[in-house]
C-alpha cells in the first residue's frame, strides 16, 4: 500500500516562511508527477505546484515568484518552500502522486495525503 505523508504546517506571520515536506512509503517502482494542492475553507481544493518526474514544474499564478517546489526521486519525496506569505494562503496543503507503479507493476493513479494546515496570521 502506497501512502504519502506531510510534515511541516504550522502558524505562521505574514511575510513569514514555512517548508512542507512531503514522503511517499510503501514499494514504490516509480512516481510520475508529484504535487502540492491546497484547500481553504468554503474553497474548492486548488492546485498550488507540481513537478514532473524530470523536474519541469508549474505553479498557480498566485504563488509564482514565491513558492518554491522541489523533488528528491531516490526517496520519492518532494517540498514546497513558500515564502513571503500572505493571509490568503490559508489553507489545508495536500500533497498528490500521480501515477505511482509499485514493485508488482501495480498502478495508482492518484494518491493524496491527509493534509496539513498553514495558517498565516498575526
Known amino acids: 500500500q502506497v501512502q504519502l505523508v506531510e510534515s511541516g504546517g504550522g502558524l505562521v506571520q505574514p511575510g513569514g516562511s514555512l517548508r512542507l515536506s512531503c514522503a511517499a512509503s510503501?514499494?514504490?517502482?516509480?512516481?510520475?508527477?508529484m504535487g502540492w494542492y491546497r484547500q481553504a475553507p468554503g474553497k474548492e481544493r486548488e492546485l498550488v505546484a507540481d513537478?514532473?518526474?524530470?523536474?519541469?514544474?508549474n505553479y498557480a499564478d498566485s504563488v509564482k515568484g514565491r513558492f518554491t517546489i522541489s523533488r528528491d526521486n531516490a526517496k520519492n519525496a518532494v517540498s514546497l518552500q513558500m515564502n513571503s506569505l500572505k493571509p490568503e494562503d490559508t489553507a489545508v496543503y495536500y500533497c498528490?502522486?500521480?501515477?505511482?507503479?509499485?514493485?508488482?507493476?501495480?498502478?495508482?493513479?492518484?494518491?493524496w495525503g491527509q493534509g496539513t494546515l498553514v495558517t498565516v496570521s498575526s
Open positions: 513537478i514532473s518526474s524530470g523536474g519541469s514544474t
Open positions: 498528490k502522486g500521480t501515477n505511482i507503479v509499485d514493485v508488482s507493476h501495480y498502478r495508482y493513479l492518484a494518491v
Open positions: 510503501g514499494s514504490i517502482f516509480s512516481i510520475n508527477a
